[in-house]
């Protein structure tokens, strides 16, 4: 039983010879363009070399078919795989904190609130409470500290934690 294979084997290196001259090829592995697979796109080279030793018949019977008896053997498209690498939003603009401090002056200057709100950065509650009370002993008025304290109570209010001062806004 041991010569079959072998002689499957000899069979299957002639063919993959004949294959190699025919379509231009320096190594086998470029032969796996040229052989379909029933999942989709070209034979893995890995696949080529296993089936090579292991089912050498059916590898012959495969190149003959798509190449060495094909008028002009097509390379096939790869399978089509699902998307990977980069994540990152392409339209999302990284600016330096020097770049926010300007554009955040910029906004104040012009008096845009709503700027301001997103370009200043978002404050702790804890800090928002330590500016409010100095604002108030100092007798200051500071509407934008007011508000990062009202989203800084929100934002814990969505995180679940329970303040007890929820019926004061």
Known sequence: MET????????????????????????????????????????HHF????????QPQDLAAIIE????????PIVIAPKQRAARGSRKRKDHMNFTRIQLERMLNIARLAGDKEIITILSPKKSLASCKRELIQAIRQNRLDPELWNSYVEAIHAQQILGGD????STL
Request: aromatic residues 6%.
């Open 47 to 54: 696949t080529l070399r296993k089936m090579k030793y292991k």
């Open 65 to 72: 078919r798509f190449v060495v008896n094909a008028d002009r």
């Open 163 to 166: 303040l007890g001062t929820s």
């Open 4 to 43: 079959k294979p072998a002689k499957g084997l000899k069979e299957a290196e002639e063919v993959i010879a004949r294959a190699i001259r025919k379509i231009g090829a320096r190594k086998e592995n470029e032969l796996c363009k040229y052989l379909p697979m029933k999942s989709g796109g070209y034979m």
